[in-house]
C-alpha cells in the first residue's frame, strides 16, 4: 500500500496549537480535500475530533483509549501497525493526516509528502517532524491570499518524476 502524507506546516514548522489550526488562510484547505477525496485517512483520534468525520473519506483513527465508532466510514486501530496491516486489505493508497504524533511515526514510511507552507510565524504546541533527508522537494506552487502560502511535493531522492510529466502537467521544477 501507498503511504503519502499530507499536512500544513507555518514558516516555523507549527502544525497544531492544541486541538487547532492557528492559522485560517483563504483556499488553502481546498488542496486538502481535493487530494484526498474518496480516500482513507489515517489519523489520530485528537485530530479526527478536531477536524470531524468529511465526506466522501474512509478514516483509520489510531487510539490506545478504547475510542470506537459505530460509523461505517470510521475504523478505529489500536496502533499504528494495525491500521496499516488492516488498510493493507482494503486499499492501495491512504493519506496520512495528522496529527503530530502519527505524523512523527509515519513520515519515514511515506513515499510521497504533499505539503503546504504557510507562509507565516504562529504560536503553538504541535510541530511538524524534520522531513528526512531522503526526501527532496520537486514541486511548488505559490499561491497568495489573506496568508499567503505554497504548495509542496516532496519525494525520496531514488524516485524520479518523468520530465516530460512534469511538463504536461504544468509543474515547475525546484
Known amino acids: 500500500m501507498k503511504l503519502s502524507l499530507i499536512a500544513a506546516r507555518s514558516e516555523n514548522d507549527l502544525i497544531g496549537n492544541g486541538l487547532d489550526i492557528p492559522w485560517r488562510a483563504n483556499g488553502?484547505?481546498?488542496?486538502?480535500?481535493?487530494?484526498?477525496?474518496?480516500?482513507?485517512?489515517?489519523?489520530?483520534?485528537?485530530?479526527?475530533?478536531?477536524?470531524?468525520?468529511?465526506?466522501?473519506?474512509?478514516?483509520?483513527?489510531?487510539?490506545?483509549?478504547?475510542?470506537?465508532?459505530?460509523?461505517?466510514?470510521?475504523?478505529?486501530?489500536n496502533s499504528i501497525d494495525s491500521a496499516l496491516e488492516a488498510l493493507s486489505e482494503l486499499t492501495d493508497h491512504a493519506f496520512v493526516a495528522g496529527g503530530g504524533q502519527i505524523y512523527c511515526e509515519l513520515i519515514d514510511k511515506a513515499e510521497v509528502l504533499h505539503l503546504t507552507r504557510i507562509h507565516k510565524e504562529v504560536e503553538g504546541d504541535i510541530s511538524f517532524p524534520e522531513i528526512p533527508s531522503k526526501f527532496s522537494r520537486v514541486f511548488s506552487q505559490e499561491f497568495q491570499?489573506?496568508?499567503?502560502?505554497?504548495?509542496?511535493?516532496?519525494?525520496?531522492?531514488?524516485?524520479?518524476?518523468?520530465?516530460?510529466?512534469?511538463?504536461?502537467?504544468?509543474?515547475?521544477?525546484?
Not at 52 to 66: D, E, M
Not at 146 to 161: C, F, G, K
Request: hydrophobic share 40%.
Open 28 to 77: 488553502e484547505q481546498l488542496l486538502f480535500k481535493a487530494l484526498t477525496f474518496n480516500s482513507w485517512l489515517i489519523v489520530g483520534r485528537k485530530t479526527f475530533e478536531s477536524m470531524g468525520k468529511l465526506p466522501n473519506r474512509k478514516f483509520a483513527v489510531i487510539s490506545a483509549n478504547g475510542y470506537q465508532s459505530n460509523d461505517p466510514d470510521v475504523s478505529v486501530f
Open 145 to 174: 491570499s489573506n496568508i499567503n502560502y505554497s504548495y509542496e511535493i516532496w519525494l525520496p531522492e531514488t524516485a524520479q518524476v518523468p520530465v516530460a510529466d512534469k511538463k504536461s502537467a504544468g509543474m515547475k521544477s525546484v
